[in-house]
């Protein structure tokens, strides 16, 4: 009577380590699918966050020549009027 109940014993030990071993296995299957999906989304959006900043570079650095292009004309200093500069004269005759 005792064999039976130690094979028995040792049956269940063995049928409940390898669901433990199948638990654990699909446990780690799934975090390591999600880490590689993950992965893959963060490897995506990188590669589109480098995209638009070149584009945003290229922008940027057609906006500044296109800037200076604008201001070379007027970068020369443009001529005073003489009238202000000359002083008022006195009262005319028909004032007086």
């Known amino acids: ?14 049928s409940i380590r390898w669901g433990l071993f199948a638990f654990a296995l ?10 590689f999906q993950q992965q893959r989304s ?3 959006a990188q590669a ?3 995209e638009l900043t070149a584009t945003l570079a290229e ?6 020549t296109s800037q200076e292009d604008e ?10 009027p ?6 008022e004269e006195t009262a005319s005759p028909d004032e007086t």
């Open 1 to 14: 009577m005792c064999e039976p109940v130690n094979k028995h014993n040792r049956t269940a030990a063995l």
């Open 26 to 35: 699909l446990l780690v299957a799934g975090f390591a699918f999600t880490y």
């Open 42 to 44: 963060i490897d995506a």
């Open 48 to 50: 589109r966050i480098d």
């Open 59 to 64: 922008a940027a650095e057609e906006a500044l």
């Open 71 to 80: 201001t070379e004309p007027t970068a020369q200093p443009e001529e005073t």
């Open 82 to 87: 003489q009238a202000s500069a000359q002083p």
